[in-house]
């Protein structure tokens, strides 16, 4: 499967999946996403940065994350969900 950086490409949010995420850990443990990796409107797997996390909270057996990621021209939110037993990222439905 290619893989393609986000260059003005419009991504698709798949609810429910699990999703390819790179995130940054510091020596406590805290973790963020830095970059996620979507769909485009062609089956393209694109990796796109993550702009901002507008917040983050604790969830039943993980962390969950708002975050802002450009897509085409527009910026979009997406809930990334961190299951730490499973360490599976996925987006919330």
């Known amino acids: 499967m290619?893989?393609?950086e986000?260059?003005?490409r419009e991504?698709?949010?798949v609810t429910g999946q699990p999703v390819n995420v790179?995130?940054?850990f510091n020596p406590m443990g805290e973790f963020k996403p830095l970059y996620i990796?979507?769909?485009d409107l062609y089956g393209n797997v694109c990796k796109t940065q993550i702009e901002k996390i507008n917040y983050h909270k604790?969830?039943?057996g993980g962390v969950s994350f708002?975050?802002?990621y450009?897509?085409?021209d527009s910026l979009r939110t997406v809930v990334l969900n961190y299951y730490i037993k499973e360490h599976v990222w996925a987006i919330e439905n």
């Open 58 to 60: 604790d969830i039943r």
């Open 22 to 24: 790179a995130a940054v």
């Open 66 to 68: 708002n975050c802002s």
């Open 37 to 39: 990796c979507l769909e």
């Open 2 to 4: 290619p893989f393609y």
């Open 11 to 13: 991504l698709i949010n």
């Open 6 to 8: 986000n260059t003005k």
């Open 70 to 72: 450009k897509s085409g």
